[in-house]
């Protein structure tokens, strides 16, 4: 595979990768002859495993092992072909900003990774059909997915970032989604597929691009697949952020009275205050297992200072579970989304 690259090590590396997703929304390279990234660490140590390819700490990790297992429902856990989709599942009101697919094995036969360009699909519905264009943008609607469904336009402003979401299966009923699929299914030629080999990884602008499998034959195909949520935002075409902003202004100004859990679902929520994000990540990287005694030197603050974000962190989510542990807002998304559509 020419395009995929041998890491260079922590200086260089980093800053390629970034230029690579931010011209064409992929990268494919693999670890050093001394071992460095080999895909069992990113199954060990998901959290360093991502801050070394990126440069930067991650906000969240959420680590998954794709393979094929008997009875296996998920694509993930199945030898299905996978239809292209983008990983949706939020953290903060946003979707990964990356995947990382670290190859442990590959498929006997199959199992080639594949990705279509959401960035350059738009430009092709945007000449084709104006119509559906503006859909996208606007209509808010549910995106149902097997980890849980996501409410809004299929191209909108998710935690400060342009996203696209679109579902692996089109919903009953969904004309945008049927339109939507209709245009993916003619951009087979500007289809990309990678066949990647054992230690390969491949890194993914997760909010532009979609992504899919073919089937394969062979059980042992096996990744490590990293969602992994940044600071930092990937670039993207400045005059879709444009309307996607327009679009969510308008939006904010007419759910204003919603609850806040269902203005944040929407992609409505207003980002937190940089400070708070500061102490939550404290937080999280205290739940890893990353010593106080690190964290306070790094930070410079007491080491009792970060017991008591931990205990205020783990007390307000025990209040915000007990108070929605069954879907309760779900009633107050369906109202919003009825809201919106009717104009």
Not at 136 to 161: E, Q, W
Not at 198 to 214: F, K, Q, S
Not at 235 to 258: C, I, K, T
Request: net charge positive; with cysteine.
């Amino acid at each position: 595979m020419k395009e995929r690259w041998i890491w260079p090590g922590a200086e260089r590396g980093p800053v390629r990768l970034l230029d690579e997703l931010a011209a064409r929304g992929y990268s494919v390279l693999r670890g050093d002859a001394a071992g460095a990234l080999a895909p069992e660490e990113a199954a060990r140590a998901p959290w360093s495993f991502a801050e070394r390819l990126l440069g930067a700490r991650p906000v969240l990790v959420e680590r998954q092992p794709i393979k094929a297992v008997p009875g296996g429902r998920s694509f993930a856990a199945s030898s299905a072909a996978a239809p292209l989709h983008t990983d949706s599942q939020c953290f903060a009101g946003a979707p990964p900003a990356v995947q990382i697919m670290a190859c442990v094995r590959p498929a006997e036969r199959g199992g080639g990774c594949l990705l279509l360009d959401g960035w350059a699909l738009l430009s092709t519905i945007e000449r084709a059909d104006p119509e559906l264009f503006h859909a996208l943008f606007t209509v808010y609607r549910r995106i149902p997915f097997v980890f849980g469904d996501s409410f809004g336009p299929t191209v909108s402003l998710r935690g400060g970032a342009l996203s696209f979401t679109h579902a692996p299966v089109v919903p009953p009923g969904d004309a945008i989604a049927a339109r939507l699929a209709g245009f993916i299914e003619a951009s087979r030629r500007e289809m990309i597929e990678l066949s990647l080999g054992a230690a390969d990884i491949l890194v993914v602008d997760n909010r532009r691009m979609l992504h899919g499998r073919r089937a394969f034959e062979g059980g042992a195909r096996e990744f490590v697949r990293l969602l992994v949520w940044t600071e930092a935002q990937l670039p993207s075409p400045p005059a879709y952020r444009a309307l996607a902003a327009q679009v969510a202004e308008a939006a904010s100004r007419r759910l204003a009275a919603a609850p806040p859990a269902t203005r944040r679902r929407l992609g409505l929520g207003a980002p937190p205050p940089p400070e708070a994000r500061r102490r939550l990540g404290l937080v999280l990287e205290m739940l890893r297992g990353v010593p106080p005694g690190v964290l306070a030197a790094r930070e410079r603050i007491p080491e009792p200072q970060l017991y008591r974000l931990r205990d205020a962190a783990l007390a307000a989510a025990e209040e915000a579970l007990a108070r929605d542990a069954e879907g309760a807002e779900d009633g107050a998304l369906a109202e919003a989304i009825a809201r919106m559509s009717r104009g």
